[in-house]
T-cell receptor, first 113, second 119 residues
Framework: AQSVTQPDIHITVSEGASLELRCNYS??????LFWYVQSPGQGLQLLLK??????LVQGIKGFEAEFKRSQSSFNLRKPSVHWSDAAEYFC???????????FGTGTRLKVLA | GAVVSQHPSRVICKSGTSVKIECRSL??????MFWYRQFPKQSLMLMAT?????????EQGVEKDKFLINHASLTLSTLTVTSAHPEDSSFYIC???????????????FGPGTRLTVT
């Protein structure tokens, strides 16, 4: 079955600390992977995406993610978190067949001053 | 580029009435649009896939007679919640696929969402 797992429902980090949000997927075909951020009451903002090529992907706001096919993972990282990064983060996977996305359950990030 | 808008951003309606939500691709033609529903503090659940000029394809468990989707043009899809009830209150998000875009293979562009409250 196709699925996306974000094991951490909540994560709390101090401002300035590093961050890693985990994402594991199960997908039968070539996966196209995405990370989105959502602030309360707002829509989704694309942070980064992986289609092919270099497995380390750079995104906006200082985020990066690494695609590891052997581990079926696409973890999101940021070396130094800012208070404004507090939000909900969603990992998603899609494929070229139906063009549908499958979203993970999300990770809520809290940043301590 | 690749901007998707939704209207209205917020709507309050009385139980038993119908409400229409519009999703527009502003700078590209979208042959395929998607409608998602998001309950508070939960993930996005795909409701249906809307293809221009044809009937929408609904996900399992979604009532097609309650959530009417029309994709009459390449830039507009509408979601009508018919005979709305309080349990239909939710955040509805649309997305659109740009078949001519750089990410034509798969990428969706998301609208800002519509908050529906049924009283």
């Amino acid at each position: 079955a196709q699925s996306v797992t974000q094991p951490d429902i909540h994560i709390t980090v101090s401002e300035g600390a590093s961050l890693e949000l985990r994402c594991n997927y199960s997908y039968g075909a070539t996966p196209y992977l995405f990370w989105y951020v959502q602030s309360p009451g707002q829509g989704l903002q694309l942070l980064l995406k992986y289609f092919s090529g270099d497995t380390l992907v750079q995104g906006i706001k200082g985020f990066e993610a690494e695609f590891k096919r052997s581990q079926s993972s696409f973890n999101l990282r940021k070396p130094s978190v800012h208070w404004s990064d507090a939000a909900e983060y969603f990992c998603a996977v899609g494929g070229s067949g139906t063009y549908k996305y499958i979203f993970g359950t999300g990770t809520r990030l809290k940043v301590l001053a | 580029g690749a901007v998707v808008s939704q209207h209205p951003s917020r709507v309050i309606c009385k139980s038993g009435t119908s409400v229409k939500i519009e999703c527009r691709s502003l700078d590209f033609q979208a042959t395929t649009m998607f409608w998602y529903r998001q309950f508070p503090k939960q993930s996005l659940m795909l409701m249906a896939t809307s293809n221009e000029g044809s009937k929408a394809t609904y996900e399992q468990g979604v009532e097609k007679d309650k959530f009417l989707i029309n994709h009459a043009s390449l830039t507009l899809s509408t979601l009508t919640v018919t005979s709305a009830h309080p349990e239909d209150s939710s955040f509805y998000i649309c997305s659109a696929r740009d078949p001519a875009g750089q990410g034509a293979v798969i990428e969706q562009y998301f609208g800002p969402g519509t908050r529906l409250t049924v009283t």
